[in-house]
Nanobody, 124 residues
Framework: QVQLVESGGGVVQAGGSLRLSCAAS????????MGWFRRAPGKEGEFVAA????????SLANSVKGRVTISSDNAKNTVFLQMNSLKPDDTAVYYC?????????????????WGQGTQVTVSS
């Protein structure tokens, strides 16, 4: 099992940037894929981005391509989500997740390891 703790959420104006962090513990970092999801009020959860255990492969949702980058730092056991050109539609609780493979994260099901979430609010 992997323990995940998110940080970095907050309130930002449209067009601004935020960097979310997800610190992992419990299993050897780099041996599993990690990703980000978000859930906006009244909407279903949405896959945002994922990165392979080695950091060499990434996946981004079409809705964030060109504005969002996912990266990892093995020395810090941390995955980052850099979000630029934020829009009010990006307002949501952002959750970090871990799974054996990126495809599992992209599918959004059978994911057992989740963080507690961090709120991102983008004002217009």
């Amino acid at each position: 099992q992997v323990q995940l703790v998110e940080s970095g959420g907050g309130v930002v104006q449209a067009g601004g940037s935020l960097r979310l962090s997800c610190a992992a513990s419990g299993r050897t970092f780099g041996t599993y894929a990690m990703g980000w999801f978000r859930r906006a009020p009244g909407k279903e959860g949405e896959f945002v981005a994922a990165i392979s255990g080695g950091g060499g492969v990434t996946s981004l949702a079409n809705s964030v391509k060109g504005r969002v980058t996912i990266s990892s730092d093995n020395a810090k056991n941390t995955v980052f989500l850099q979000m630029n050109s934020l829009k009010p539609d990006d307002t949501a609780v952002y959750y970090c997740a871990a799974a054996a493979r990126i495809r599992t994260l992209e599918g959004g099901t059978q994911i057992h390891d989740w963080g507690q979430g961090t709120q991102v609010t983008v004002s217009s």
